[in-house]
């Protein structure tokens, strides 16, 4: 062993032991001060493992019990300062718009109207594309909304036809924060998103979209109510 290993071998104890000692007030702190640690959204990965999770009456109560989920959320994640990927980003938009034209599937992302999607005339203003952060999604980001009854073809198209995008899929309940912490998919590279704007109160959450198209929770014979 060389005279350099030698010393470093015989300083590592010595190293740990110092950060050891260096560490130990915030760890007094973090167990003592309950505000130590994030809160709400922020404070999650998943709220199904994790240093405060929801208890189990707060997890499940979301107003649907054991029911499915009946709407649900593509989000599109690109690099808005770069041409490439936004360009890609675009590609799959314009895809996704024309697969909803020919009548392959039911989605609603920013370029459906009514002239592609027959009986669409919503008030509910379509989500733009967000050339940049917004909300919880960190980036350049859209929004592609599903049915649960086109949500199989809508899947299969956005894995053949994704390229180098992220996609994000969540489903769309009263619990926005665990849909989008311990419910998300993905498809492709997954984003860190902004936990931190995630609330449990109802408000916050997205509610059933795109009544006038019969779907979803506006489906018939749907008992679930919001």
Known sequence: MSTSSLVLSRMLPRIAALL??????????????PDYFPQGGAQY???HSTLAPLDGDSHNNDGFGDEPALEYHFHVYF??????????ANR??????D??????FVAVCHGVDETVLPG???TDDVPPVNMGPR???????????V????????????????GENSVLLHPLTRHCVEDHTGRVMWMGAPFNIDRTVLAFDEESCDSPQYEELGLGYSGKGVSSTW
Request: glycine share 8%; no cysteine.
């Open 147 to 162: 049915p649960q009854e086109h949500l199989g073809m809508a899947t299969s198209f956005m894995m053949l036809n994704r």
């Open 135 to 145: 909300g919880p999604h960190p980036a350049g980001s859209y929004e592609v909304w």
């Open 79 to 88: 690099f808005q300062n770069n041409e490439a990927s936004t360009a890609d």
């Open 120 to 122: 669409f005339n919503s």
């Open 20 to 33: 050891l000692l260096l560490s130990a007030p915030a760890l007094a702190k973090a167990s003592s001060d």
């Open 45 to 47: 990965f998943t709220t």
């Open 99 to 104: 697969a909803v034209g020919r009548g392959e």
């Open 92 to 97: 799959l938009r314009q895809g996704i718009v």
